[in-house]
């Protein structure tokens, strides 16, 4: 049996001594799975609860848990590090894409009028005609757009910029001045600070998509790679973001 481990918010409270945690315990048990968050996973003001957990072979593994609060949620996050293992690191792998820029484009136009296609009109037969004039585009084709090599991916968010990032930090920072205190004024100053920090974030997207479009120079080929990644990400996120077409004001 492969070696797993088992995380998530199982609504088990660990502080209290219950049936359902008993149940629990010895179901996992036989799985060879056993708790190791010893600590409160959902804290607020004075009230706290051990809900979220992390199970694995405890007998198998050399471990340490600790608790990380990201400011994302009333749950703070668990991570766990196992010691003396052994995982075969994969090799770094980079896609290959063929170069088209301006520079290539020209070279290709520049070969196919310099064929003649000689082994094409001195043919017959249709199927070889085609097969030979498919075989004389490729490869010029080919040799005009190489394969490069992709190294630097691109940002999934290229919006977000080092004032943004300052500011989600000092978000976390307020979050837990907020939750770890019964100041009615904390709470109110923690959900302005998040409201105007979307307005930044909403403001920097706009700006940034805006940009793209008014620098292309096919405006309506950007627009709809932008509208697909928007709906790719629509899964992971509730907000959107107007975009300018044509310095026109969104709607």
């Known amino acids: 049996m492969n070696d797993c481990i088992l995380c998530g918010d199982f609504n088990i409270d660990y502080t209290i001594d219950s049936c359902r945690k008993h149940l629990l315990d010895s179901l996992l048990a036989s799985f060879n799975l056993f708790s190791t968050v010893k600590f409160p996973t959902r804290i607020f003001k004075h009230s706290s609860t051990q809900i979220d957990n992390i199970y694995i072979n405890v007998y198998k593994f050399d471990f340490s848990v600790y608790p990380f609060t990201n400011g994302l949620s009333d749950h703070d996050a668990q991570i766990i590090t196992l010691t003396d293992i052994s995982t075969q690191i994969p090799e770094q792998s980079f896609p290959l894409i063929r170069k088209v820029d301006n520079n290539t484009i020209r070279n290709f136009v520049y ?10 009109f001195v043919e017959e037969n249709v199927i070889i005609i085609y ?121």
């Open 131 to 251: 097969n030979n004039f498919v075989n004389t585009y490729l490869k010029l084709l080919y040799a005009s757009l190489p394969f490069v090599t992709l190294r630097n991916l691109q940002n999934s968010k290229p919006w977000l910029t080092k004032g943004i990032k300052i500011c989600c930090l000092n978000k976390r920072r307020l979050y837990l001045n907020y939750r770890n205190s019964t100041n009615p004024n904390l709470k109110i100053h923690y959900k302005r600070y998040c409201q105007i920090l979307s307005r930044v974030i909403m403001a920097a997207k706009r700006l940034h998509y805006s940009e793209l479009i008014s620098q292309s120079a096919n405006k309506q080929k950007t627009t709809w790679n932008i509208i697909k990644t928007l709906t790719i990400n629509k899964k992971s996120s509730n907000i959107t973001t107007p975009i300018n077409i044509n310095d026109e004001s969104p709607h």
């Open 111 to 120: 070969l196919l009028s310099y064929e003649n296609w000689e082994n094409v």
